[in-house]
């Protein structure tokens, strides 16, 4: 009996109506979480994540942060449009290129690069010579992530810029671009530029363009040089160039007390290093 009415119970539990589920939160308007981008200190922040999730759709009602006359909130709005692209954004974006705050023209460069537009290079270009270096490597940079051969020629001009992270984004915009006219300045930075960063940049950058005029100086840079990472680099740069020349020199660094410069020289000599012929098949008997 006990076990029946025990059955009985659990039918009757089952056939009970579910119980309501609770209505959904509203969503929080954009106006709300543009305000509260006051409060972000650093890219992993709940109202700047709410806004990203968003997606596309957050535009037109985002543009009030460009209009806050909180500097920071002006700054983090910029940080959501360089997570969603937005090209009705751009004329707002160009135009804060002008901004007198450094941190809004270099954040305005940032974003500039995410849209991947060639609308968005000229004024890029005029930001290579700003007044202030965070903006002129922030625009060095974007120029890397949109590829245009009419960003060539002021890059070329920006490798003697003072400021040595300057120099290294130049050299990684020059290698993304990938035209020929930036070898001989490249060459020059890695032979002779002070920084260790600069030349490792320089190598990279001449390894993605296949420069086979740089092989020399590589070679007799990768002798001489002190610094593991550019070591690395220019191993690197010396395999992409596939001239067998360079196992002499790589071959050595195989046993660096570096493991990157190592892994670089070794992987470098794997590629340059003859491949071994297949076995031919046995000829068919008569």
């Known amino acids: ?25 509203p969503e929080v308007p954009v106006t709300t979480l543009v305000k509260s981008l006051a409060s972000c ?33 002006r700054f983090w709005t910029l940080g959501v449009l360089s997570e969603v692209p937005v090209a009705a954004a751009r004329p707002r974006l160009i135009a804060l290129m002008k901004d007198k705050t450094v941190r809004i023209r270099a954040a305005a460069a940032f974003a500039l690069g995410a849209q991947r537009h060639p609308e968005v290079v000229p004024p890029l270009i005029e930001a290579l010579v700003d007044s202030d ?33 300057v120099r290294g984004a130049v050299c990684d915009a020059l290698g993304a671009i990938g035209d020929a006219r930036a070898i001989p300045p490249l060459v020059t930075l890695l032979k002779d530029d002070r920084k260790s960063g600069v030349r490792g940049r320089a190598a990279l950058a001449l390894g993605s ?9 590589l070679v007799k840079r990768a002798t001489r040089e002190r610094d593991p990472e550019a070591l690395a680099a220019m191993c690197w740069a010396l395999g992409e ?21 190592r892994k670089h020289a070794t992987d470098a000599v794997a590629a340059l290093s003859p491949k071994p012929e297949a076995p031919k098949p046995d000829a068919p008997k008569p």
Not at 1 to 20: G, K, Y
Not at 41 to 68: F, Y
Not at 209 to 217: E, I, N, P, R, W
Not at 241 to 261: K, Q, S
């Open 41 to 73: 200190v650093e890219m992993d922040c709940g109202p700047l994540r709410a806004l990203v999730s968003r997606g596309p759709k957050v535009w037109p009602e985002l543009e009030v942060g460009l209009d806050d006359p909180d500097e920071m909130v």
């Open 209 to 217: 363009l296949k420069a086979k005029d740089a092989f020399d100086t």
């Open 241 to 261: 160039l596939g001239d067998a020349r360079a196992i002499a020199t790589l071959e050595p660094l195989t046993r660096h007390a570096n493991e990157v410069v």
């Open 133 to 165: 270096v965070n903006v002129r490597f922030e625009a060095a940079s974007a120029l890397g992530r949109v590829p245009d051969p009419r960003a060539v020629e002021p890059l070329l001009t920006s490798v003697q810029d003072p400021d040595e992270d």
């Open 1 to 25: 009996m006990l076990a029946t009415l025990a059955a009985l119970a659990a039918l009757v539990e089952l056939a009970a109506p579910p119980p309501p589920k609770a209505p959904p939160e």
